[in-house]
């Protein structure tokens, strides 16, 4: 059964998201995304605004844009084709490699916003190991499937540090063993081992707390 995934992705560079930074009270929609090459997509982009020369100026100076060109509108609202320059990462082509497919992205000053649909969970989990690699922090904001159920991914490492974690004794009170000698056991660094159980715990943390929230609203 496939899975539908909305994603906050983290990244200073993100082209789209400095241009809205430089002009916050631009809209941003992404109408559309496509390439020749995996790892240099084209961006068609709705902007609406009262900002948008300087939106604009600050889209084409960040440095993974190659060419903007404004193919309609004019005043608060404004159409454009964004060339992004070769990067080692591509959202689009990662997706592309997980076999998942966009269904509909946006920015904001602080994040892009991605839905797509994944083959399974195996791809979803591929998908934010690949992009975690490459220095893109993701949160998910909802994931589903087409019977309406929903849950949070947590990684592999995330899962094996967890469970070493709770063995060890780490989590009890008062402690029975330090991030050192979860680390130990796992045979990893300890930043490594901090990094997996800070990711695992937020996401399982997220989890909880939304169910929570929409119990309170069913009430």
């Given at each position: 059964?496939?899975?539908?995934?909305?994603?906050?992705?983290?990244?200073?560079?993100?082209?789209?998201?400095?241009?809205?930074?430089?002009?916050?009270?631009?809209?941003?929609?992404?109408?559309?995304?496509?390439?020749?090459?995996?790892?240099?997509?084209?961006?068609?982009?709705?902007?609406?605004?009262?900002?948008?020369?300087?939106?604009?100026?600050?889209?084409?100076?960040?440095?993974?844009?190659?060419?903007?060109?404004?193919?309609?509108?004019?005043?608060?609202?404004?159409?454009?084709?964004?060339?992004?320059?070769?990067?080692?990462?591509?959202?689009?082509?990662?997706?592309?490699?997980?076999?998942?497919?966009?269904?509909?992205?946006?920015?904001t000053a602080d994040y892009l916003t991605y839905r797509l649909r994944f083959p399974d969970r195996?791809?979803?989990?591929?998908?934010?190991?690949?992009?975690?690699?490459?220095?893109?922090?993701?949160?998910?904001?909802?994931?589903?499937?087409?019977?309406?159920?929903?849950?949070?991914?947590?990684?592999?490492?995330?899962?094996?540090?967890?469970?070493?974690?709770?063995?060890?004794?780490?989590?009890?009170?008062?402690?029975?063993?330090?991030?050192a000698d979860v680390a130990e056991t796992l045979g990893v660094s300890r930043q490594a081992a901090?990094?997996?159980?800070?990711?695992?715990?937020?996401?399982?943390?997220?989890?909880?707390?939304?169910?929570?929230?929409?119990?309170?609203?069913?009430?």
């Amino acid at each position: 059964m496939t899975l539908v995934a909305k994603l906050h992705l983290h990244c200073d560079d993100f082209p789209l998201v400095t241009a809205v930074a430089a002009a916050p009270s631009t809209t941003v929609d992404v109408e559309a995304t496509m390439a020749e090459s995996p790892e240099r997509p084209v961006v068609f982009v709705w902007a609406s605004g009262d900002s948008l020369d300087r939106f604009a100026d600050a889209l084409a100076a960040a440095n993974d844009t190659a060419n903007v060109d404004c193919l309609d509108g004019s005043g608060d609202r404004r159409y454009y084709r964004v060339t992004l320059a070769p990067s080692p990462c591509s959202i689009y082509g990662t997706a592309l490699d997980v076999g998942a497919s966009v269904l509909d992205c946006g920015a904001t000053a602080d994040y892009l916003t991605y839905r797509l649909r994944f083959p399974d969970r195996d791809a979803l989990v591929a998908f934010r190991e690949a992009l975690l690699d490459n220095g893109i922090d993701v949160t998910t904001r909802y994931l589903g499937t087409d019977d309406g159920t929903t849950g949070e991914p947590v990684t592999r490492k995330q899962r094996e540090t967890l469970s070493a974690a709770v063995d060890a004794g780490y989590f009890a009170v008062p402690r029975e063993a330090t991030l050192a000698d979860v680390a130990e056991t796992l045979g990893v660094s300890r930043q490594a081992a901090s990094e997996r159980l800070r990711r695992g715990m937020e996401t399982l943390a997220r989890d909880a707390t939304r169910d929570a929230a929409d119990t309170d609203d069913a009430k």
